[in-house]
């Protein structure tokens, strides 16, 4: 490891670890009276903003050595962590969504590292619908060509290297996966459920794929806010279809097998999600039921974070295995959020 990256990986624990435990200038954090009693409507103090993004990165994390059928495991009890373990598409495409977030505000985040601003104005800074479209194309495609090896679908691929990328009617669950910042950084649900919908149809624009990302954005958002587990679980199956009160970790492990869909990946996750009853026990669960594990495990785990936060020796496991170049990126996004 070079000193720069030294550098950058002890900048980043501090300002995780800070964030993990709260420590803010002049932000409270959701407390345990704010879940119980917090208005989700516009009440930013109210909402948590901590590790923001780890979450999703930590799930790919933990979930990628057990990807794919023959690396299935069925259980629960493996390490969190071991050799393999390593950052996949859906930690790019979650960092790449993340700047294209920041880039959407009116005065503009995110983009190349040294042409960043780093102060967030609250008076001036909105986002706009269309920058973020544009910046979502403009980012996912530069960090996925600067990561060609992690793992994409074929069709995301030739997206990547098309001369006129068009969004292909994908209801795949790339869009649920790289969708976690969306739920960070907008004050209302409304807004959540807007831009996630734009995260998702510049490639996923079948149906299934927008309501995949809308979803999962929508349960960070209300886990956020405070919102119970139950409470999260009842607006995203009333809202969204998901029959995931009919379902149970211990029903769908035995018949399950890689599947690439929203519709075949989200509900599975939010079940996971439903189950565990620590970020540790979702990461846990969400693997145990096999399939796209590193998906599967990411978006739980993205849902996870948003209620539980993430025990810091799992954020410092994380870290350790993330490139400089998405580190940087993350960093500048919890700031960004944490200044909001
Ligand atoms: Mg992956």
Not at 2 to 20: G, P, Q
Request: hydrophobic letters at 35%; a negative charge.
């Amino acid at each position: 490891m070079t000193e720069r990256e030294k550098r950058i990986r002890e900048v980043f624990r501090n300002a995780a670890s800070n964030m993990l435990w709260g420590d803010f200038d002049d932000e409270p954090l959701a407390t345990e009276n704010a879940k119980e009693n917090s208005p989700v409507e516009n009440n930013r103090s109210n909402l948590k903003k901590d590790t923001c993004l780890l979450g999703a990165i930590a799930g790919d994390t933990i979930g990628s050595p057990y990807e794919f059928d023959s690396n299935n495991y069925k259980g629960t009890d493996f390490p969190l962590f071991n050799k393999v373990s390593e950052y996949t598409d859906d930690s790019v495409m979650t960092v790449a969504v993340a700047n294209a977030v920041m880039m959407g505000f009116a005065e503009g985040f995110g983009g190349e590292p040294d042409a960043a601003k780093d102060k967030f104005d609250a008076a001036k800074d909105k986002p706009d619908e269309q920058k973020t479209e544009e910046a979502m194309v403009f980012s996912m495609r530069s960090l996925g060509r600067r990561f060609p090896y992690a793992g994409y679908g074929g069709r995301f691929c030739r997206w990547l290297e098309s001369d006129n990328p068009q969004p292909y009617n994908s209801w795949g669950n790339g869009s649920a996966m790289r969708v976690s910042a969306v739920g960070w950084a907008y004050d209302t649900l409304e807004e959540v459920e807007k831009y996630a919908e734009i995260s998702a149809r510049v490639t996923h624009n079948h149906p299934e794929g927008i309501k995949g990302a809308k979803a999962v954005a929508a349960a960070i958002f209300l886990g956020r806010a405070g919102k119970s587990k139950q409470e999260i679980l009842d607006y995203v199956e009333r809202t969204y279809g998901y029959a995931i009160s009919q379902m149970t970790c211990d029903k769908i492990r035995p018949g399950y097998h890689m599947n690439e869909s929203c519709q075949g990946t989200v509900p599975q996750a939010f079940c996971a999600f439903r189950e565990g009853n620590s970020f540790e026990e979702v990461a846990r669960l969400a693997v145990s039921l096999g399939g796209d594990s590193d998906t599967l495990c990411c978006i739980a785990c993205a849902m996870a974070e948003a209620v539980y936060g993430i025990p810091e020796d799992i954020q410092q496991e994380t870290i350790n295995r993330l490139p400089e170049e998405l580190l940087v990126i993350l960093n500048r996004f919890q700031k960004f959020v944490a200044e909001k």
